[in-house]
């Protein structure tokens, strides 16, 4: 399809289905620009319904707190306190401290005085009014970040392992995250001009307005959908390359990086009420070199581009074209995009996950300490002081920061001698030690939810460490307490925290009760399945209860209790309950 064709998405002909009302957004927005200038001028405490939408593509969401809510008097219409959550896009979750200071300064000033760790390696302010939100942009790209792209029907934060290890393969499977991340980074000067230079001028860049091509990847409406990517080490999936639209698995020989099997596909959200919607995984497409990996990246980007569903944003991700389509469809039309064919998928395959917590050597001298953070929520209170232990060794070390897929944090290329001074900064602020956590808390993570995400039905973050306070409890009772697998929970449905393919899944289904989904695996590469519904909060343990039992008693060698699940299959768990 020509440029030409896809920047005139609002001329159809009676046979073309019926563009959805986003894209009609998009196609008038003079590339993401809409009437956010004018809105950002006025005084009013958030935007009109069509900005939101545009928004998303600048890092930001509006939001309003649920339990802030005003009665609206006689209107019987409560009243909302707007405000706007603002995520970074950090490829790979490398930073420096200087950057997460100036993160830590901003939701101390103008946010709700928390920072949240994402589950895609980046970070996010909550809280920050309207009237703040260009110095809120403006002081992160002061410190060399962005938001451009963070959210949006675009590519998002381009994930990688993150360890800091010497070697030949983690600098290049985070430098492809970072090529990717640029080149397919958004061409508009929208941003800029909204959130970077003087409002008050009121000049536009020429393409604001003009037929020139502006967009030569993803044209005037950007792709149906968003768009996520993340690469990964056959012993090391610690990015969960499976639940991505597009995934790159490293193919190693000889201690080198000599190309990546890539995977297309994947994604977990799901709309309950739409049965057409479904989790699904990444299908393996084909082996590329690493100088074909970003071209083939851009091809798999247009294929969804010109291809993918418009009509319904329920089924506008990649993972529905891929099932609808076939992978040899997918292949062929990626190929005649890049300009060649392709070779077929070596043998490699992601076989570990690793969260890289605890103290690790880097290979070099130095080591890296793996900061365990529950479900990435930065705070201080009168207990624990996240905030306060952060900046300490921010300022006494000045480590590189690198953010994990599981919400924490790595402090790297640290002395070894400095261990036990970075141990007393941790201790001495209330918070525990990695070393000190249980397994089945360390490998849990939770999405935002209740009160500000805007489709959450019910809690997540703050739910879930009360869900493993019980856990924990009965695994030590039962001696499973040494035993690897994941629990997820999201709030709602549409699974940002990956319950789809963790070994215990928990997904908000009505106010204070979840589908409770089990037999998925810590290495990302098997869903899992509904085995009991509407389960309320406080009987998520009991639930689970005879399955732990019986996993001990009947499980097979070194199973995990994932695997366990998988093998008996859904009936036989009922039975046992």
């Not at 690469?231 to 020989?253: E, H, K, Q, S, W």
Request: charged share 30%; with cysteine; net charge neutral.
């Amino acid at each position: 399809m020509s440029e030409d064709t896809r920047e005139s998405a609002t001329s159809q002909t009676n046979n073309e289905p019926k563009l959805s009302a986003v894209e009609l957004i998009k196609d008038t927005s003079r590339y993401l620009r809409g009437s956010i200038r004018s809105e950002l001028l006025t005084d009013s405490t958030h935007f009109g319904k069509e900005d939101l939408q545009l928004l998303k593509f600048h890092g930001t969401y509006q939001q309003d707190d649920r339990e802030q809510r005003k009665s609206g008097g006689d209107s019987g219409k409560s009243e909302k306190e707007y405000s706007f959550m603002v995520r970074s896009r950090i490829p790979a979750g490398i930073m420096n401290a200087e950057q997460l200071l100036a993160h830590l300064d901003l939701c101390d000033t103008i946010g709700n005085t928390t920072l949240k760790i994402t589950t895609r390696q980046g970070l996010q302010l909550h809280g920050i009014l309207k009237q703040d939100l260009r110095e809120c942009m403006q002081k992160i790209n002061n410190c060399m970040l962005t938001t451009l792209a963070a959210c949006g029907d675009v590519n998002r934060n381009t994930m990688a392992c993150p360890a800091p290890y010497a070697d030949n393969l983690r600098p290049a499977v985070q430098k492809l995250a970072q090529d990717l991340s640029d080149h397919l980074s958004p061409q508009t000067k929208s941003y800029y001009e909204l959130w970077l230079k003087d409002l008050a001028s009121g000049e536009e860049t020429l393409q604001g307005g003009s037929d020139q091509i502006v967009e030569p990847i993803y044209g005037k409406t950007y792709l149906p959908r968003k768009f996520k990517t993340a690469i990964a080490l056959a012993d090391d999936n610690c990015t969960d390359v499976y639940t991505n639209c597009l995934g790159f698995i490293a193919v190693v020989r000889d201690g080198q990086v000599i190309g990546y099997n890539v995977v297309v596909g994947g994604g977990l959200g799901v709309t309950p009420s739409a049965k057409k919607t479904f989790p699904r995984l990444a299908t393996r497409m084909a082996f590329v070199t690493p100088e074909q990996a970003v071209g083939v990246a851009e091809a798999i980007v247009k294929v969804q581009r010109d291809h993918g569903y418009r009509d319904d944003r329920k089924r506008a991700r990649l993972k529905y074209l891929v099932h609808d389509r076939g992978i040899d469809w997918i292949r062929h039309q990626v190929e005649e995009v890049y300009g060649s064919k392709l070779k077929d998928c070596t043998a490699d395959d992601v076989v570990e996950h690793r969260d890289h917590m605890g103290w690790d050597d880097q290979g070099d001298g130095r080591c890296f300490y793996g900061f365990n953070v529950e479900n990435g929520r930065l705070y201080d209170d009168q207990n624990r002081a996240w905030k306060k232990a952060l900046r300490e060794i921010c300022e006494e070390f000045e480590p590189e920061i690198r953010l994990t897929a599981h919400q924490s944090i790595l402090f790297c290329n640290l002395d070894p001698k400095d261990k036990p001074k970075l141990e007393s900064i941790i201790k001495r602020r209330g918070l525990p030690l990695t070393e000190e956590i249980s397994n089945v808390r360390r490998w849990s993570i939770a999405c935002v939810a209740m009160p500000t995400c805007g489709l959450a039905i019910t809690e997540s973050e703050r739910a879930l460490p009360g869900v493993i306070d019980v856990m924990e409890k009965k695994l030590l009772e039962l001696g499973l307490d040494k035993e690897l697998f994941t629990v997820r929970m999201t709030g709602c449905p549409n699974g940002c925290a990956r319950p789809y393919n963790a070994d215990i899944g928990l997904v908000g289904k009505a106010k204070g009760k979840y589908t409770l989904y089990v037999g998925g695996t810590r290495l990302g590469t098997r869903l899992a399945f509904i085995y009991k519904d509407l389960v309320p909060l406080e009987s998520i343990t009991e639930t689970l209860l005879p399955l732990f039992e019986s996993f001990k008693s009947q499980r097979e060698g070194k199973e995990s209790f994932g695997d366990y699940c998988a093998r008996l299959g859904l009936e036989k768990l009922l039975a046992i309950a």
